[in-house]
């Protein structure tokens, strides 16, 4: 079964960045698309960017409005989130999950989360 384990969440100020890192195990890491979602206290979980399987396509949520980068290394397992110019908003637990289908992203096996924090 697939088995996700995130990273690089934290604490930063208003402005800052943080790289999340996503290792998938159990299955070929290459046969998945890959997402992350995000839930802040009281709120659904929300889409925030999808990459395929080779990582030639990518979608992100609006809020994103180019602060954030979703990349993939199927060499190491492996794949990643750069958030830059962090808001306040930003704050939640940040989740990685796994579907074979891109379509149904939100629909396959997910990680524990991370979480971050912004500060004003």
């Known amino acids: 079964q697939v088995q996700l384990l995130e990273s690089g969440g934290g604490m930063v100020q208003t402005g800052g960045s943080l790289r999340l890192s996503c290792v998938l195990s159990?299955?070929?890491?290459?046969?998945?698309?890959m997402g992350w979602f995000r839930q802040a206290p009281g709120n659904k979980r929300e889409f925030v960017a999808v990459?395929?399987?080779?990582?030639?396509?990518?979608h992100y949520a609006d809020f994103v409005r180019g602060r954030f980068t979703i990349s993939r290394d199927n060499a190491k397992n492996t794949m990643y989130l750069q958030m830059n110019s962090l808001e306040p908003e930003d704050t939640a637990v940040y989740y990685c999950?796994?579907?074979?289908?891109?379509?149904?992203?939100?629909?396959?096996?997910w990680g524990q989360g991370t979480q971050v924090t912004v500060s004003s």
């Open positions: 999950v796994a579907h074979r289908e891109i379509a149904d992203i939100d629909t396959g096996s």
């Open positions: 159990g299955r070929t890491f290459s046969n998945y698309a």
């Open positions: 990459i395929n399987w080779s990582g030639s396509t990518t």
